[in-house]
């Protein structure tokens, strides 16, 4: 459970909310390997699930800004100090101390505490790639010999991340001493060091990154060796405490700043059955996902944060965003999707389509919601059994992307047809994750997400942070700016 990472910063930051730095220790040699292994994983959350996730998710359509500066927000109005503590939590929090967890594990022959690092890394520096391009990597963990690290090339830095993947399932292959393996279990809380899931969890991740660079034969290959059994999910554990365990996105919208953020945007009437042109059909009713999700309250979107936990609730209809539901990291949904995405990327049309489906089987016995959405007529716009048989997601068929077809109205291919329909479905799945973000830039916006006006595009990277630009002459300085893409992205989708 996590306990005490959640820290106020200044007003007039975009970390307006939470950020969190639970390992910021002045002398290393007093703390033990298992807690700081611990502590990192706190803070590998903080930069998966807060504020980056808020702000990108604005600009993707899944959130809205509603009062203050979040309405600028909403509407690309960044500077480079907003990133400044989104930077420090990748390179201060994570790295700074997988670093000292590898060194000590390497002494302590401890090799799945340092498998676990390895993979913390990874993620860490293959999300800087993502969102800032070129960042430092080879000399970022060089402090104090080193103070301004250069910044390597983003293609440099994926690949630096598939080796250190490569070697954390190398390292997840070792047999610990029982002594070793149970200081591992008590510190790792999202398996207990398990090793079989840790390298589910590195192989989507390197399926993710062989994505965003857009090899999908090595995509698909190592997503099949991804996570397939949503137990096995990376998901962020929460409670009922605050400053200690909510949800992150809870603690935001209903203690720090209620009324600052909503769901106004591109995917609620994505998904809402009442609104003509969204993404139902005869084989889809996203009614269960769109009340995970959103409440509508006479056509004013806002975000699920109803819980068991202070809300008069039936067990099982916590929201996406209740205080304690778990946030989701690396998943068999993403994985599934991953599969789908590659393949039809390939002209691999059944496979493709073999994967949604199985995706839609999935959401079809309940998902990653509660199955109560899906089974009570009476909560949140469930199931009505006096409209006869009911089906949440029926499986595709090939005819159905053909011209004409109930996913092809507009007469496109029909493998074009099935990417659309594979992006949406990913655009919905992974609401609030900084993979849609990743998503909508990659595509060149292949959906259509909606541009705030007087916009060339959706923000298109992070700026650089503006204490970095302070403090390292090696910052680039130009062609850096909001609208200007990542070099990954620049090639044709």
């Known amino acids: 459970m996590l306990t005490s990472v959640l820290l106020f910063s200044a007003c007039t930051d975009l970390t307006d909310g939470l950020s969190t730095d639970p390992v910021n220790i002045t002398d290393p040699s007093v703390i033990s390997t298992d807690k700081f292994l611990s502590g990192v994983e ?48 990748i390179y201060s929090s994570v790295l700074k101390n997988t670093q000292i967890v590898k060194s000590r594990a390497h002494l302590e022959k401890n090799t799945r505490m340092l498998a676990i690092a390895q993979v913390i890394e990874a993620m860490a520096l293959g999300l800087a790639a993502d969102l800032w391009g070129d960042v430092p990597f080879t000399e970022a963990d060089l402090y104090p010999a080193i103070s301004t690290p ?52 590195a192989n989507t991740l390197k399926a993710r990154f062989y994505l965003h660079t857009k090899d999908y034969a090595n995509a698909v290959g190592y997503a099949s060796l991804g996570i397939d059994d949503p137990a096995d999910n990376m998901m962020a554990p929460h409670g009922t405490s605050y400053l200690q365990n909510f949800n992150l996105f809870y603690s935001f919208l209903e203690y720090d700043r209620p009324g600052y953020m909503a769901g106004n945007g591109y995917a609620a009437p994505l998904l809402d059955p009442d609104v003509e042109g969204s993404r139902n059909n005869t084989k889809t009713n996203e009614s269960s996902r769109f009340n995970y999700l959103y409440v509508k309250d006479d056509g004013y979107y806002t975000l699920n944060d109803y ?51 199985a995706h839609r089987d999935y959401l079809d016995n309940g998902g990653y919601w509660s199955v109560n959405y899906q089974n009570d007529p009476d909560y ?74 007087g916009n060339p595009s959706i923000p298109l990277r992070l700026l650089y942070p503006q204490s970095e630009i302070n403090t390292n002459a090696n910052v680039p300085s130009s062609d850096v700016g909001l609208f200007v893409p990542t070099k990954a992205n620049t090639s044709p989708y």
């Not at 980056?52 to 509407?75: A, C, K, P, V």
């Not at 039936?314 to 989701?328: I, Q, R």
Request: aromatic residues 12%; without cysteine.
């Open 307 to 357: 819980n068991d936990y202070d809300y008069d609730i039936p067990e099982g209809y916590d929201g996406m965003f209740g205080a304690m539901t778990s946030f989701p990291m690396v998943t068999f949904e993403e994985t599934n999707l991953i599969i789908a995405e590659a393949n039809i990327k390939q002209g691999n049309f059944t496979e493709a389509l073999d994967a949604l489906n």
């Open 42 to 89: 706190v803070s590998l959350i903080g930069i998966y699930e807060a504020d980056m996730n808020r702000l990108t998710g604005m600009w993707t359509g899944h959130f809205s800004g509603e009062d203050r500066q979040y309405i600028g927000l909403s509407n690309y109005g960044v500077s480079g100090r907003d990133f400044d503590t989104e930077w420090a939590g």
């Open 150 to 201: 250069k910044f390597d090339p983003q293609a440099s830095v994926y690949a630096g991340v598939q080796v250190l993947l490569d070697s954390a399932i190398n390292n997840f292959q070792v047999t610990v001493p029982k002594g070793l393996l149970s200081a591992a279990q008590g510190a790792d809380f999202f398996f207990a060091a398990d090793p079989t899931q840790w390298t589910k969890v």
């Open 380 to 453: 949140n716009g469930g199931n009505d059994p006096d409209d006869g048989p009911f089906h949440n997601f029926l499986p595709y068929v090939a005819s159905d992307f053909n011209a004409g077809g109930i996913e092809n109205e507009d007469g496109i291919t029909a493998n074009d047809a099935l990417l659309r329909e594979i992006l949406e479905e990913r655009y919905v799945t992974l609401t609030g994750q900084l993979e849609v973000f990743n998503d909508i830039r990659r595509t060149n916006n292949l959906l259509g997400v909606p541009v705030k006006s």
